[in-house]
């Protein structure tokens, strides 16, 4: 399975990718790969991989070649975003910033570290474009699924979303290293405010759960109303 992405900002520059949601890491890559996606640039503090045994960031490796092809470009211009899967096909004209938002996140989702895994379910449901509030309602509503498979198959379920927070919380930790990373080698801010914006959506379930949940309370509940009122 894989999601194509086409980035067009004018005649000069258009960019193609391919992402392959369930490849393995590619060490002749990594081989290529600047210096700042070794593994030792900025680990990630809650990074469980060994220098001794990895030599590079699995998710800094995937995405360098976006990096750089968006350095020295301004977040604010215009870009024509065109997203393919396998189900459907998805056209807009967007900041820069909020097209990369989109490809940074899959491309890191589907990557081989294994913190940043945990969001690969979600981007086999990929949704391109997404505001925070789509983001919050499917990341709860995929964790809720998951509890309800840990109930039937006889492990521990947790209705209580705390672990939903813990791994969040996890994934802010290696928001906070990227930015170090890109930070070091970017020399425009369509890379860096790309990474702040994901990195804000991600927070949101950190910092302001209950905030969140509310919000898509009347999204959740107008249907059960609605039935029992009719």
Same mark, same amino acid.
């Given at each position: 399975?894989?999601?194509?992405?086409?980035i067009?900002?004018d005649?000069?520059?258009?960019?193609?990718?391919?992402?392959?949601?369930?490849?393995?890491?590619?060490h002749?890559?990594?081989?290529?790969?600047?210096?700042?996606?070794?593994?030792?640039?900025?680990?990630?503090?809650?990074?469980?991989?060994?220098?001794?045994?990895?030599?590079?960031?699995?998710?800094?490796?995937d995405?360098?070649?976006?990096i750089?092809?968006?350095?020295?470009l301004p977040?604010i211009?215009?870009?024509?975003?065109?997203v393919?899967?396998?189900?459907?096909?998805?056209?807009?004209?967007?900041?820069l $910033?909020?097209?990369l =938002? %989109?490809?940074?996140?899959v491309?890191?989702?589907?990557?081989?570290?294994?913190?940043l /895994? &945990?969001?690969?379910?979600?981007?086999?449901?990929?949704?391109p474009?997404a505001?925070?509030? $789509?983001f919050?309602? =499917? %990341?709860?509503?995929?964790?809720?699924a998951?509890?309800?498979?840990?109930?039937?198959? /006889? &492990?521990?379920?947790?209705?209580?979303?705390?672990?939903?927070?813990?791994?969040f919380?996890?994934?802010?930790?290696?928001?906070?290293?990227?930015?170090?990373?890109?930070?070091?080698?970017?020399?425009?801010?369509?890379?860096?405010?790309?990474?702040?914006?994901?990195?804000s959506?991600?927070s949101?379930?950190?910092?302001?759960?209950?905030?969140?949940?509310?919000?898509?309370?009347?999204?959740?509940?107008?249907?059960?109303?609605?039935?029992?009122?009719?």
């Amino acid at each position: 399975m894989a999601i194509e992405y086409r980035i067009i900002l004018d005649d000069e520059h258009e960019f193609s990718y391919r992402i392959e949601l369930d490849r393995a890491f590619d060490h002749e890559a990594a081989k290529q790969a600047p210096k700042w996606t070794r593994l030792d640039h900025q680990q990630c503090n809650n990074c469980p991989l060994k220098r001794d045994q990895h030599s590079h960031c699995p998710a800094a490796v995937d995405l360098h070649q976006v990096i750089e092809d968006f350095q020295g470009l301004p977040a604010i211009r215009k870009a024509h975003v065109r997203v393919r899967t396998p189900e459907r096909e998805y056209n807009k004209l967007v900041g820069l $910033e909020e097209g990369l =938002r %989109a490809l940074l996140g899959v491309i890191m989702a589907t990557s081989a570290c294994p913190v940043l /895994g &945990r969001l690969k379910p979600m981007a086999h449901q990929h949704l391109p474009f997404a505001s925070n509030q $789509e983001f919050v309602l =499917r %990341a709860v509503s995929l964790y809720l699924a998951q509890q309800y498979f840990n109930l039937r198959e /006889g &492990r521990h379920a947790d209705w209580e979303l705390r672990g939903l927070v813990r791994s969040f919380q996890q994934l802010q930790l290696v928001n906070q290293a990227f930015w170090q990373r890109i930070h070091d080698t970017c020399h425009g801010d369509s890379n860096l405010k790309a990474f702040l914006t994901f990195f804000s959506m991600a927070s949101s379930l950190t910092y302001s759960l209950e905030t969140q949940l509310q919000k898509i309370r009347p999204l959740v509940m107008s249907a059960n109303e609605y039935v029992e009122t009719a």
